[in-house]
């Protein structure tokens, strides 16, 4: 069973909010429209998450509701902080805890991290800008164990098969 992944930045966020943090940041409004936008793409494309790790941020909160709304049927969401500000080994420790018989998965957060993330797992330098969705596949090989742990034990064996971006959706 080939495993996916989306690796998806938090939408557009208020600088304006009067936020104490930039944890506390709220999105804006055209994250507001672009996150549910994005999810439906993705759901038109097969790629409806069954399991999500966020960031415990605002911004990645009110993501993750709207597209939540979206997404057939909703999936499993785990909030962590330690994918606040994460990186490749973060993930990667967030990963490690998903049950093998899950096939999708979406890990939502931030920037500059969500990038070093596509590049670990697929070799490909991609721009992720607020909204952007990386879709990512493994395939274990033949006889080959089916785990999550074995897909990022291959990085960068990824196939990076597209960047959703809420701009180039009509």
């Known amino acids: 069973m080939p495993k996916r992944l989306l690796v998806t930045r938090h939408a557009k966020s208020s600088w304006k909010s009067g936020s104490m943090t930039d944890h506390e940041r709220p999105l804006n409004g055209r994250g507001r429209r672009d996150a549910p936008r994005v999810a439906a793409h ?3 494309l097969g790629w409806s998450p069954e399991f999500v790790i966020s960031s ?3 911004r990645t909160r009110e993501t993750l509701a709207l597209m939540a709304e979206v ?24 990963l490690a805890r998903v049950p093998d018989s899950v096939e999708t998965v979406m890990v939502l957060g931030h920037n500059e991290g969500w990038e070093d993330v596509v590049t670990w797992l697929s070799g490909c330098s991609e721009r992720l800008t607020t909204a952007n969705a990386a879709l990512l596949s493994w395939r ?19 196939t990076l098969h597209q960047v959703v971006r809420p701009k180039e959706l009509s």
């Open 71 to 94: 997404f057939e049927p909703e999936p499993r969401i785990e909030f962590t902080r330690d994918l606040y500000l994460a990186g490749p080994s973060d993930v990667q420790a967030a």
């Open 140 to 158: 274990p090989a033949a006889g080959g164990p089916e785990s999550w742990s074995a897909a990022l034990a291959d990085a960068p064996g990824w």
């Open 56 to 58: 415990d941020s605002q």
């Open 42 to 44: 993705i759901v038109g």
